[in-house]
């Protein structure tokens, strides 16, 4: 059975917000886990996003593209968030919100389609979730593993049953800009089998139907925003409250590929991260679930520490990335960047992203014997 945009555009026609509804509507999905993945597409500008603002060196790296330190949103005494950030400086000020400072691997390759591959898959032939998704769905009763809700589904290669992409809802999600600003990327909104699976398969059609059946138990939601990423979350969101239990939900942002007139790019593209991350921590607070949900950004390096000469910056190593939700411990994991010993202009990685994989599969989905416990590290807390 085939859910009709119809009956789904019925189910998300938004009047007011989640708090007019009664609380006991979401007691059913208070121990349900939730992992909501943002991939930075095109590889976010770490250091003008977490500014070492007491630094020299920033200043001198980056002398038209440095931002001012009397407009930095401080969050320590010696880092500050750009000033597009104010909603992720809010949930930092709360203890909601970490950093993973210097993420990245050995030997990093710095080109956008090889090194998102990496990330997605963790160096290996699938995605670095689908092995922890399998363990968790023989314990749970699930209405699906993973769901992407972009036009890229990569993170989820190697998964069969249970993977869905947009379609699944009749969503068609705004193409995304490339992740390399001067190359084409190729599209997708399903991945492996997943349309023979949808089409063939009859514990998917009973799924779907168990799916549309829950789509209609909420129908006040209100859009988050109008932006691509606001858009796809404001969807996770839905999917959320309607009790869907997904554990895995991905969207993206971008591009981040700046390597010209960065400055106005950026502040666009953070300003709507930051606003869609707020609006949707507020949601899932109202809905009782923020307490069970981590939200975390990645992407495939960052870029160098060193403006280029068209008032942009090129690829590089390492970044920093936000790790949110309402029990994690917040504040600064790992040492700021040290600019004093960069790698022919470049940042260097001192945490290995399956560090962060690690973390989340131990503290958020309770699976200590993960395939990256020996990347364990005990700077992330």
């Given at each position: 059975?085939?859910?009709?945009?119809?009956?789904?555009?019925?189910?998300?026609?938004?009047?007011?917000?989640?708090?007019?509804?009664?609380?006991?509507?979401?007691?059913?999905?208070?121990?349900?886990?939730?992992?909501?993945?943002?991939?930075?597409?095109?590889?976010?500008?770490?250091?003008?996003?977490?500014?070492?603002?007491?630094?020299?060196?920033?200043?001198?790296?980056?002398?038209?593209?440095?931002?001012?330190?009397?407009?930095?949103?401080?969050?320590?005494?010696?880092?500050?968030?750009?000033?597009?950030?104010?909603?992720?400086?809010?949930?930092?000020?709360?203890?909601?919100?970490?950093?993973?400072?210097?993420?990245?691997?050995?030997?990093?390759?710095?080109?956008h389609f090889r090194s998102i591959e990496i990330w997605e898959t963790a160096?290996?032939?699938?995605?670095?979730?689908?092995?922890?998704?399998?363990?968790?769905?023989?314990?749970?009763?699930?209405?699906?593993?993973?769901?992407?809700?972009?036009?890229?589904?990569?993170?989820?290669?190697?998964?069969?049953?249970?993977?869905?992409?947009?379609?699944?809802?009749?969503?068609?999600?705004?193409?995304?800009?490339?992740?390399?600003?001067?190359?084409?990327?190729?599209?997708?909104?399903?991945?492996?089998?997943?349309?023979?699976?949808?089409?063939?398969?009859?514990?998917?059609?009973?799924?779907?139907?168990?799916?549309?059946?829950?789509?209609?138990?909420?129908?006040?939601?209100?859009?988050?925003?109008?932006?691509?990423?606001?858009?796809?979350?404001?969807?996770?969101?839905?999917?959320?409250?309607?009790?869907?239990?997904?554990?895995?939900?991905?969207?993206?942002?971008?591009?981040?590929?700046?390597?010209?007139?960065?400055?106005?790019?950026?502040?666009?593209?953070?300003?709507?991260?930051?606003?869609?991350?707020?609006?949707?921590?507020?949601?899932?607070?109202?809905?009782?679930?923020?307490?069970?949900?981590?939200?975390?950004?990645?992407?495939?390096?960052?870029?160098?520490?060193?403006?280029?000469?068209?008032?942009?910056?090129?690829?590089?190593?390492?970044?920093?990335?936000?790790?949110?939700?309402?029990?994690?411990?917040?504040?600064?994991?790992?040492?700021?960047?040290?600019?004093?010993?960069?790698?022919?202009?470049?940042?260097?990685?001192?945490?290995?992203?399956?560090?962060?994989?690690?973390?989340?599969?131990?503290?958020?989905?309770?699976?200590?014997?993960?395939?990256?416990k020996s990347y364990r590290n005990s700077v992330i807390t």
């Open positions: 059975m085939k859910l009709k945009r119809r009956n789904f555009l019925s189910f998300i026609a938004a009047t007011s917000l989640f708090s007019n509804l009664p609380s006991v509507l979401w007691s059913k999905i208070s121990n349900t886990k939730y992992l909501i993945l943002i991939e930075l597409r095109g590889a976010n500008d770490g250091l003008n996003t977490v500014i070492p603002y007491t630094d020299k060196r920033y200043y001198n790296l980056r002398p038209t593209l440095h931002i001012n330190k009397e407009k930095v949103l401080t969050v320590t005494n010696k880092v500050g968030f750009h000033p597009s950030l104010n909603g992720l400086a809010n949930l930092f000020e709360n203890g909601q919100c970490k950093v993973v400072q210097n993420l990245g691997y050995p030997n990093p390759v710095l080109s160096g290996k032939t699938k995605g670095w979730l689908i092995d922890p998704l399998e363990e968790i769905a023989q314990k749970t009763d699930l209405d699906g593993k993973a769901m992407f809700l972009d036009d890229s589904g990569e993170l989820f290669a190697g998964g069969m049953e249970g993977y869905y992409g947009p379609d699944i809802i009749e969503y068609e999600p705004q193409m995304s800009e490339p992740r390399d600003a001067t190359i084409p990327i190729p599209r997708s909104k399903n991945i492996g089998l997943l349309g023979k699976i949808l089409k063939n398969q009859k514990r998917n059609k009973e799924n779907l139907i168990r799916l549309k059946n829950k789509f209609k138990k909420v129908k006040n939601i209100e859009d988050i925003g109008v932006g691509s990423l606001s858009v796809q979350l404001s969807n996770v969101c839905r999917l959320i409250a309607a009790e869907v239990e997904i554990p895995v939900f991905k969207v993206s942002l971008g591009s981040f590929d700046t390597h010209s007139k960065q400055h106005n790019t950026h502040i666009r593209l953070l300003s709507e991260l930051s606003r869609s991350i707020k609006k949707t921590t507020n949601i899932l607070k109202d809905i009782g679930i923020w307490d069970n949900t981590i939200i975390m950004t990645y992407s495939e390096f960052g870029r160098r520490a060193k403006e280029n000469g068209s008032h942009g910056t090129d690829h590089g190593m390492a970044a920093p990335h936000f790790v949110l939700g309402g029990k994690i411990n917040g504040g600064i994991d790992g040492d700021n960047p040290n600019l004093a010993k960069l790698n022919k202009d470049n940042l260097t990685f001192s945490i290995d992203y399956r560090s962060l994989y690690d973390y989340v599969l131990t503290n958020h989905f309770e699976l200590s014997e993960n395939p990256f």
